[in-house]
């Protein structure tokens, strides 16, 4: 049923095959049918799913339940794009149930929401504001510069956006060089408003600020007070920091399910209240297919259950995602974090330790280039790696000869994968009868990104449900930061005063001592 189906025999016995294995969702059609699985396989995984609970976690998210074990908390990204009135959701017997506590969250969204979008319709209607920096890392990174950078024709030309992230200081001084306090806004962005890395750029931001015009007085035209916004969960922190202006969001929002949230604000200035709505109900209307679908047509449980089938039935260690988008050139880094964060882990949420391999390692690069990249080991090389194709149905305004070249290429290549080429000589051949995925989103606008988005959320809940782990904490990233908390305070500290600082010396000192007192 898996790796010894042919799928070259299998299309030209089940000619219906195609219709079998692929369906429209809100804003996306797949095509799963070139995939090692036959319908029974679904059957069968659905059945899985069925014995894993998967359709009660599902609701137990929707209830507001802290199904987020290890950290006692909600998991409600979701809640962030429902409308007022409950919207599509409106019906379901889940939100039907929903105590006083829900419909007060609810509630504060929309305060929160209208405060956001407000805020960003302000700075887009001020001129004086040419440059938007949004200092960041992780989930208070990676979303914000996907969209944005995808959604680039409905971002206001007169405005730059930059997003720093990383500690080395090239990538802040890179953008400090080509912006000015009085024209500039940044915008902190922290869930926990402790990350190292955010807090040595903030602090940096704030040192150049002040060196160049800027002043830490309210009442000033260049002050810290009109420059800079806080966008996190721990508003006390952020005020400590010298910052009035903050907007607030819950503790359950993941970090790598909160661009919906007031670290979306980027995304809100750069394309404006209207089309911030539109991704919202993008997201809403894939929210509500996978609350209320049934498992046989539920996009986000089919593709969940498909990474389950690849990863430990087929044994298939990474997928290989290809957006033939340039618009979508950091998707891929989005969602590395997403999948391999929410479900790299080997202990289930009743703290024993998996039998079976969990997420795959997610890498790709966008088509056309990785065809000149990495496809010849896609093709010809000895492992099977999944591939994920993302094109778009409607390529927007950009040169339509284009757009035909860059889908017909990625429609081509998952055919070759598939077909393969033999009898022109052991180099030439390819072995084909290699999976792929083919996603077709409507277009790179609003809505049909937030659709896209959402359906990754929901298919890394499912896969994580069948494999019973909590896919919405990341207590693995704790200890990098605690070491080099420790390596900080030694590099310091007196009995190492004649290690020289260099990075030799100091590998060379924790070669001898690995750790604290050795
Ligand atoms: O938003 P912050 O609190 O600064 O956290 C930024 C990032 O820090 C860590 O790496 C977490 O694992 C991520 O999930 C989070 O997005």
Same mark, same amino acid.
């Given at each position: 049923?898996?790796?010894?189906?042919?799928?070259?025999?299998?299309?030209?016995?089940?000619?219906?095959?195609?219709?079998?294995?692929?369906?429209?969702?809100?804003?996306?059609?797949?095509?799963?049918?070139?995939?090692?699985?036959?319908?029974?396989?679904?059957?069968?995984?659905?059945?899985?799913?069925?014995?894993?609970?998967?359709?009660?976690?599902?609701?137990?998210?929707?209830?507001?339940?802290?199904?987020?074990?290890?950290?006692?908390?909600?998991?409600?990204?979701?809640?962030?794009?429902?409308?007022?009135?409950?919207?599509?959701?409106?019906?379901?017997?889940?939100?039907?149930?929903?105590?006083?506590?829900?419909?007060?969250?609810?509630?504060?969204?929309?305060?929160?929401?209208?405060?956001?979008?407000?805020?960003?319709?302000?700075?887009?209607?001020?001129?004086?504001?040419?440059?938007?920096?949004?200092?960041?890392?992780?989930?208070?990174?990676?979303?914000?510069?996907?969209?944005?950078?995808?959604?680039?024709?409905?971002?206001?030309?007169?405005?730059?956006?930059?997003?720093?992230?990383?500690?080395? !200081?090239?990538?802040?001084?890179?953008?400090?060089?080509?912006?000015?306090?009085?024209?500039?806004?940044?915008?902190?962005?922290?869930?926990?408003?402790?990350?190292?890395?955010?807090?040595?750029?903030?602090?940096?931001?704030?040192?150049?600020?002040?060196?160049?015009?800027?002043?830490?007085?309210?009442?000033?035209?260049?002050?810290?007070?009109?420059?800079?916004?806080?966008?996190?969960?721990?508003?006390?922190?952020?005020?400590?920091?010298?910052?009035?202006?903050?907007?607030?969001?819950?503790?359950?929002?993941?970090?790598?399910?909160?661009?919906?949230?007031?670290?979306?604000?980027?995304?809100?200035?750069?394309?404006?209240?209207?089309?911030?709505?539109?991704?919202?109900? !993008?997201?809403?209307?894939?929210?509500?297919?996978?609350?209320?679908?049934?498992?046989?047509?539920?996009?986000?449980?089919?593709?969940?259950?498909?990474?389950?089938?690849?990863?430990?039935?087929?044994?298939?260690?990474?997928?290989?995602?290809?957006?033939?988008?340039?618009?979508?050139?950091?998707?891929?880094?989005?969602?590395?974090?997403?999948?391999?964060?929410?479900?790299?882990?080997?202990?289930?949420?009743?703290?024993?330790?998996?039998?079976?391999?969990?997420?795959?390692?997610?890498? !790709?690069?966008?088509?056309?280039?990785?065809?000149?990249?990495?496809?010849?080991?896609?093709?010809?090389?000895?492992?099977?790696?999944?591939?994920?194709?993302?094109?778009?149905?409607?390529?927007?305004?950009?040169?339509?000869?284009?757009?035909?070249?860059?889908?017909?290429?990625?429609?081509?290549?998952?055919?070759?994968?598939?077909?393969?080429?033999?009898?022109?000589?052991?180099?030439?051949?390819?072995?084909?009868?290699?999976?792929?995925?083919?996603?077709?989103?409507?277009?790179?606008?609003?809505?049909?990104?937030?659709?896209?988005?959402?359906?990754?959320?929901?298919?890394?809940?499912?896969? !994580?449900?069948?494999?019973?782990?909590?896919?919405?904490?990341?207590?693995?990233?704790?200890?990098?930061?605690?070491?080099?908390?420790?390596?900080?305070?030694?590099?310091?500290?007196?009995?190492?005063?004649?290690?020289?600082?260099?990075?030799?010396?100091?590998?060379?000192?924790?070669?001898?001592?690995?750790?604290?007192?050795?």
């Amino acid at each position: 049923m898996g790796r010894h189906l042919d799928l070259r025999q299998a299309f030209a016995h089940h000619p219906e095959r195609l219709s079998q294995l692929s369906q429209q969702a809100p804003y996306v059609f797949a095509d799963l049918s070139k995939n090692l699985w036959q319908p029974q396989t679904e059957q069968l995984l659905a059945d899985l799913a069925h014995s894993c609970g998967v359709t009660e976690q599902r609701d137990a998210m929707l209830s507001g339940a802290p199904i987020n074990a290890s950290e006692q908390r909600a998991v409600m990204h979701w809640l962030l794009r429902t409308p007022q009135d409950g919207g599509l959701l409106q019906d379901h017997p889940v939100v039907q149930q929903w105590g006083g506590g829900m419909v007060q969250a609810l509630a504060q969204v929309h305060q929160t929401l209208e405060a956001m979008l407000d805020l960003a319709e302000q700075v887009r209607a001020d001129a004086r504001i040419t440059d938007v920096v949004n200092i960041g890392i992780g989930g208070s990174h990676l979303g914000p510069e996907v969209v944005v950078q995808a959604l680039e024709d409905w971002v206001d030309a007169g405005t730059q956006f930059h997003f720093v992230s990383n500690v080395d !200081g090239h990538e802040l001084g890179h953008v400090l060089r080509r912006v000015r306090p009085e024209s500039t806004l940044f915008l902190i962005a922290s869930k926990s408003f402790t990350t190292a890395e955010t807090m040595l750029n903030a602090h940096s931001a704030r040192a150049w600020f002040l060196a160049h015009g800027g002043s830490a007085d309210a009442d000033a035209a260049c002050s810290i007070d009109r420059h800079f916004v806080a966008l996190t969960t721990n508003v006390q922190a952020a005020a400590e920091f010298g910052i009035s202006r903050t907007l607030g969001f819950w503790d359950w929002v993941g970090g790598r399910f909160s661009l919906w949230s007031a670290i979306g604000l980027p995304i809100a200035m750069a394309i404006g209240a209207a089309q911030f709505r539109q991704l919202l109900q !993008g997201a809403h209307a894939m929210d509500a297919h996978f609350f209320s679908a049934a498992p046989a047509v539920n996009l986000p449980m089919r593709l969940g259950l498909l990474d389950v089938w690849n990863r430990d039935f087929l044994g298939f260690g990474s997928r290989c995602i290809a957006p033939y988008s340039h618009g979508l050139r950091r998707l891929t880094a989005y969602l590395q974090q997403l999948e391999m964060e929410s479900n790299g882990k080997r202990i289930t949420r009743d703290g024993q330790v998996l039998e079976v391999p969990t997420a795959p390692v997610v890498w !790709g690069e966008p088509g056309t280039n990785g065809q000149h990249a990495f496809f010849q080991m896609l093709h010809q090389g000895q492992d099977t790696i999944p591939v994920e194709f993302i094109a778009l149905r409607d390529g927007g305004k950009y040169l339509g000869a284009h757009h035909q070249s860059l889908v017909i290429n990625a429609i081509a290549q998952a055919q070759a994968l598939m077909l393969g080429r033999q009898g022109e000589g052991a180099e030439r051949d390819c072995p084909g009868n290699r999976p792929s995925t083919f996603l077709l989103l409507q277009a790179l606008d609003p809505a049909s990104l937030g659709a896209l988005i959402a359906l990754y959320e929901h298919r890394v809940f499912v896969a !994580g449900a069948v494999w019973g782990i909590n896919s919405f904490d990341q207590w693995g990233v704790e200890l990098g930061k605690k070491l080099a908390q420790e390596l900080r305070a030694r590099q310091q500290s007196d009995d190492w005063a004649e290690v020289d600082p260099s990075t030799l010396a100091l590998m060379q000192r924790l070669a001898e001592s690995p750790t604290h007192g050795d």
